[in-house]
């Protein structure tokens, strides 16, 4: 089946192809005709050479002998049209027989004149061809429309043959029917009172919870307002408390910095202040010896005595006035070391404060964090078993809705069953109606089953009978698709 539908596929799409190509051949075909009866010289010729391979196809014989008749026969044609065509296409006089000069042939045009030749020869066959191909391809369409309409004929069989026995059934069950039907409705009925009863508890009992549960947040909430206002005031405490050891960090870094400029600067000024001091007594010193040397020398005169001492006097007093430098100096630097140093441990100070409060504020922000979120922990107990107990109540609401809606569902359905067979017992010729119409669709279905299988014998009396012609149109599609192939590979290569 698989092999016979792959089959048909095939011979679809090479019918249509084939369809196509017949027609674009059959077009320049009836062109040369038209363009033949035109000359009263082309007309007698061309009536021949296309009445000629029909003549051939007509004459009977087996299947080899017309095919190797056909081939032998359209090679004849194909020699004996071209001298013709020859002499009908030229109008003028015939000029003296010449030795004709021998010109390559290129493959190409090799390959057209066999192409040629073969149209020639297979036009016939072609032409059968197609024929068989579209006489299958109708046989298996109409196989296939009443298959299809066999198929609906069943189905519609099966459906009134099914509602036949369900009346049949019904009917002969009837008392049984309506015995268990009202049974089920007044089970149903009661059911359906108890779902509707147990829904409404279970919903008061929700909405009760659900009460219990706003209320126990909304006092858990006063309640531990006051230890979360504690919490946040302890956490403002402890910010600040921060803030304040951090200020103080940066006032001791700077007092510490003071402290180390005031010193820098002291040692710098009293170096400087000594390094003069000690330049003047070295001044004063050679002074006092230049004045020993001229008093020892009795050529100097009284003015150069005077001189040296006037010299000795201003080195004395420059000394003098650089010793006191140094001394206030010293006292002046001193002092403002003494005022960074004091700076420096106030701020220590602050800080070892700032710290201690931070401390004490982290304990305090802890402590109270801490009752605050026992306190919440405590609570969240509380309202968690409520919720649970809500959740619950919510589970059991659903299920009791659930069993509402079923025991309905199992009222409504037994209401229906018990309608139905009152309808079918009140009503006994419908029944007789649809037995009727069963019957009536049985025999259209035996008389299509039997119209299916007689266009299934046609449809496998003609693949056999078209096997062979099919096979050689196949052939010969297959041989001209080879053809022009190669025609466009040499031409393009």
Not at 69 to 95: I, K
Not at 380 to 400: C, I, N, R
């Amino acid at each position: 089946m698989a092999d016979e539908t792959e089959e048909t596929k095939a011979e679809e799409r090479l019918e249509q192809a084939e369809t196509e190509e017949h027609a674009e051949q059959e077009e320049p075909e009836a062109s040369e005709e038209s363009d033949g009866n035109r000359g009263p010289a082309d007309g007698p010729a061309s009536l021949e050479s296309q009445d000629e391979p029909r003549a051939d196809s007509e004459q009977g014989g087996g299947p080899e002998d017309g095919d190797e008749a056909d081939a032998e026969q359209g090679t004849e044609l194909t020699d004996d049209t071209e001298p013709a065509d020859a002499s009908e296409e030229n109008d003028e006089p015939a000029e003296p027989v010449t030795e004709p000069t021998t010109e390559p042939v290129s493959p190409q045009q090799r390959i057209i004149d066999t192409a040629q030749r073969a149209a020639q020869a297979g036009t016939a066959s072609v032409t059968e061809g197609v024929s068989a191909v579209r006489e299958l391809s109708a046989a298996r369409r109409a196989h296939a429309t009443a298959f299809k309409e066999l198929e609906t004929l069943e189905r519609d069989t099966k459906r009134l043959a099914e509602q036949l026995e369900h009346r049949r059934d019904v009917e002969s069950n009837y008392e049984c029917i309506v015995e268990v039907q009202t049974a089920e409705i007044e089970d149903a009925g009661r059911a359906l009172e108890r779902a509707r009863v147990r829904r409404a508890n279970l919903e008061s009992q929700l909405e009760g919870k659900n009460n219990e549960l706003k209320r126990l947040k909304e006092a858990n909430s006063q309640k531990m307002a006051p230890s979360r206002k504690l919490m946040e005031q302890a956490k403002d405490a402890l910010a600040k408390a921060e803030r304040a050891q951090a200020e103080a960090r940066r006032a001791l870094k700077n007092a510490q910095a003071q402290a180390d400029e005031a010193t820098a600067s002291r040692d710098s000024k009293l170096q400087a202040a000594k390094r003069a001091a000690d330049t003047a007594s070295a001044k004063l010193a050679r002074q006092q010896d230049q004045l020993t040397e001229m008093r020892r020398d009795p050529s100097a005169g009284a003015k150069g005595l005077s001189q040296a001492s006037s010299s000795v006097a201003a080195a004395l007093a420059q000394l003098e006035n650089a010793r006191e430098n140094v001394a206030r100096v010293n006292q002046e630097t001193g002092q403002a070391v003494q005022i960074a140093q004091t700076h420096l441990y106030t701020q220590r100070k602050s800080l070892e404060e700032a710290e201690t409060d931070l401390a004490q504020a982290r304990a305090r922000e802890e402590e109270l964090r801490g009752a605050y979120d026992a306190k919440r922990s405590e609570a969240d107990e509380q309202e968690s078993a409520v919720s649970s107990k809500t959740s619950e109540l919510k589970e059991s609401l659903e299920q009791a809705r659930d069993d509402e809606a079923g025991a309905r569902g199992r009222g409504q359905a037994a209401q229906a069953a018990l309608e139905e067979a009152r309808d079918i017992h009140a009503h006994p010729e419908l029944t007789d109606e649809l037995s009727e119409r069963c019957q009536e669709s049985r025999a259209r279905t035996e008389e299509q089953r039997r119209l299916v299988e007689h266009l299934a014998t046609e449809e496998r009396i003609v693949r056999e009978r078209t096997q062979r012609t099919r096979k050689v149109f196949y052939a010969l599609v297959a041989a001209a698709v080879v053809i022009v192939l190669l025609a466009v590979l040499l031409a393009f290569g």
